[in-house]
């Protein structure tokens, strides 16, 4: 007598086949993604927790120059209103390469000087011109790599890039989190300590919530 095949359990191995070969690619390429972010958060998270720990020197550079009459006349006080707005683009390239600081951005103008802040990852700057006789000074302070990172952690004054950079992150890091989740799930039968330490992951962050912090 002729057995028939069962096919129902060959679909079913087949899906089944078939949604994990697409996890482990998900996983993967999520993780390759996500990787060196990772490495880059885990380690400022050590660092920021400890900051009082990770002492920094600030060092801080002032120069002093004197803008060019003919850069002088476009910020005259009778030809630029007041407000908030940028650098003329000869005066931006001027600050650039005299100063050695950004000459982007907006800038405060007030009836006798122009203000340009220069707030930066681990580190701040600020450049003046005073609008009548053209003096110009600034200062940049640098608190060291580790407050660099730390900055770039929290996403402080890094800008649009980087702020895209942590969205995409952020995405490819939920991926690889429910890929595995996912992939636990599928392997779990096998792995019975698969549920207890995933619950151990959940429990353990909200007891020491609940428990010591006040």
């Known amino acids: 007598m002729a057995v028939i095949p069962n096919s129902t359990g060959k679909r ?3 899906s089944k086949s078939f949604w994990l070969k697409q996890l482990h690619s998900w996983h993967w390429m999520s993780s390759a993604i996500s990787l060196i972010g990772l490495l880059l958060f885990a380690f400022t998270g050590i660092t920021l927790n400890h900051a009082a720990d990770v002492e920094a020197t600030p060092v801080t550079v002032e120069k002093a120059a004197a803008l060019p009459p003919p850069l002088l006349k476009m910020i005259a006080p009778d030809k630029a209103p007041d ?8 005066v931006a390239r001027w600050v650039e390469s005299e100063i050695g600081q950004r000459g982007s951005g907006e800038a405060e103008w007030s009836a006798s000087e122009i203000y340009l802040a220069l707030p930066r990852p681990g580190g701040d700057g600020w450049v003046a011109i005073d609008r009548e006789t053209g003096a110009v000074t600034s200062e940049a302070t640098s608190r060291g790599w ?4 730390n900055d770039l952690h929290k996403g402080r004054n890094a800008g649009t890039a980087w ?3 942590i969205d995409i992150f952020s995405v490819a ?3 690889f989190a429910l890929t595995g989740l ?3 799930q599928l392997h779990a039968a096998k792995r019975p300590s698969t549920w ?13 919530a609940i428990v010591f912090i006040h």
């Open 83 to 90: 407000g908030k707005k940028p650098l003329p683009a000869p």
């Open 12 to 14: 079913k191995k087949s």
């Open 182 to 184: 996912l992939l636990l």
């Open 173 to 175: 890091c939920v991926l």
């Open 196 to 208: 207890p330490l995933v619950a151990a992951g959940l429990v353990l962050p909200a007891i020491l």
């Open 163 to 165: 702020k895209w950079f």
């Open 146 to 149: 580790i407050s660099y990172l």
